[in-house]
């Protein structure tokens, strides 16, 4: 197996296991088992956990930022941008035994470095931002109903979505985080009508 693409499994099932453990879920015994290759080859690519944990929220943050510049492109209108945003956050849930990745680092956060921390909030601050300018689009076009100030509602909807996927994940049931998304998920519906 070629370096990059080992880097990459175990990037990939570091990944799967903080979605589904937290950062404090697992360990490099763990993903050498996963990967199928010796823990010293694990600390080749990333000397420390730390490292690994920083990488795969780096990699996360460009993921999720490219699917939300790609809403803005390809999505006509504010309220369709922002109806796949609340869906990136259900999908994210899996079957109700996972979260995105930076919700779960949240479990551990007091465990995490300081580069792996700028990296959540680098990533959160983007996300932010990026609600915020849909949320000014959707005033802008009445797509979406009662926006008030963006900002606010864009804060307002990202701590929403997030809740709701504690709240799915300690049920373990994916309808909960429809329920709890349910009042935002109509504002966009009903603005159309």
């Known amino acids: 197996m070629a370096a990059s693409e080992t880097k990459t499994k175990l990037m990939d099932a570091a990944e799967q296991q903080v979605r589904h453990k937290g950062a404090d879920g697992f360990s490099y015994s763990d993903l050498s088992q996963l990967v199928g290759i010796r823990k010293a080859s694990i600390h080749y690519h990333f000397p420390t956990k730390a490292d690994l944990l920083t990488a795969i929220m780096a990699r996360y943050s460009k993921r999720i930022m490219t699917a939300l510049e790609g809403y803005a492109q390809d999505l006509p209108g504010a309220d369709q941008q922002l109806s796949d945003f609340i869906a990136l956050y259900r999908d994210a849930l899996q079957d109700g035994t996972a ?3 930076c919700v779960a680092y949240t479990v551990s956060q007091d465990s995490l470095s300081e580069g792996t921390h700028r990296e959540i909030a680098q990533f959160r601050q983007q996300v932010r931002g ?3 300018e849909t949320f000014a689009r ?12 963006p900002a ?5 909807a990202y701590a929403l979505v997030e809740g709701a996927q504690i709240a799915a994940r300690i049920s373990g049931d994916p309808a909960t985080f429809d329920a709890a998304t349910q009042a935002l998920r109509e504002r966009l519906i009903e603005a159309k009508a």
């Open 99 to 101: 979260l995105c990745l």
């Open 130 to 132: 990026w609600l915020e």
């Open 138 to 149: 959707a005033k802008a076009e009445g797509s979406v109903l009662g926006v008030t100030v």
């Open 152 to 156: 606010h509602e864009a804060a307002a």
